[in-house]
């Protein structure tokens, strides 16, 4: 079947400290991965993607690359700011059938002066 | 652009009484809508798909006589829960689509049946 597992928060970073937050997945076909971002009191917003196997997706200096080899997709940004504070939401769709997305549980990340 | 909103945004109704949560797209028509639960701590969970004029396509194990879906126009969905029950409370959140491919949520809705 098709699922996401990403890694569970929460995570607390001090500003200018890297971030991952790791993200894999089980899918039949060929998917699309997502990063997501949900801001307090907002909707999700699409932050990045990545349509096919080596496809890195970047967005506001967050990056992942779409790993085949190990059904990864991990986020990753070098530098974050108290602003990227938000919940982090990784999801798939199956390719084929338009809104069909699976996402994972989201990881609440933190951000402290 | 791409705004997506929900109302009510927090909903609290007694047992066995229905509910309507309202999914607008206010800068862009959209070709299709979706609805989502949300457990705590859980995925989102999509319930149905709905298309403008057309009936809902409803995902396996979702039931279709309690979840209502009426998408009547191209910027509106309404969701009805009916007969609410305890086990119903949850977070519900819509997405709307236009002809693209991506999909704009909004910003959820969070009902608790006492």
């Known amino acids: 079947g098709n699922s996401v597992t990403q890694m569970e928060g929460p995570v607390t970073l001090s500003e200018e400290a890297f971030l991952t937050i790791n993200c894999t997945y089980t899918?039949?076909?060929?998917?699309?991965l997502f990063w997501y971002v949900q801001y307090p009191g907002e909707g999700l917003q699409l932050l990045l993607k990545?349509?096919?196997?080596?496809d890195k997706g970047s967005n506001k200096g967050f990056e992942a690359t779409y790993r085949k080899e190990t059904t990864s997709f991990h986020l990753e940004k070098g530098s974050v700011q108290v602003s990227d504070s938000a919940v982090y939401f990784c999801?798939?769709?199956?390719?084929?059938?338009?809104?069909?997305?699976?996402f994972g549980r989201g990881t609440q990340l933190t951000v402290w002066p | 652009g791409a705004v997506v909103s929900q109302h009510p945004s927090w909903v609290i109704c007694k047992s066995g009484t229905s509910v309507k949560i309202e999914c607008r797209s206010l800068?862009?028509?959209?070709?299709?809508m979706f609805w989502y639960r949300q457990f705590p701590k859980q995925s989102l969970m999509l319930m149905a798909t709905?298309?403008?004029?057309?009936?809902?396509?409803?995902e396996q194990g979702v039931e279709k006589d309690k979840f209502l879906i009426n998408h009547a126009s191209l910027t509106l969905s309404t969701l009805t829960v009916t007969s609410a029950h305890p086990e119903d409370s949850s977070f519900y959140i819509c997405?709307?689509?236009?002809?693209?491919?991506?999909?704009?949520f909004g910003p959820g809705t969070r009902l608790t049946v006492t």
């Open positions: 800068d862009f028509q959209a070709t299709t």
């Open positions: 899918a039949t076909g060929y998917p699309s």
């Open positions: 990545a349509t096919k196997a080596d």
């Open positions: 997405s709307a689509s236009p002809a693209s491919y991506e999909q704009y």
């Open positions: 999801a798939l769709d199956r390719g084929s059938t338009l809104g069909r997305l699976y």
């Open positions: 709905s298309n403008e004029g057309s009936k809902a396509t409803y």
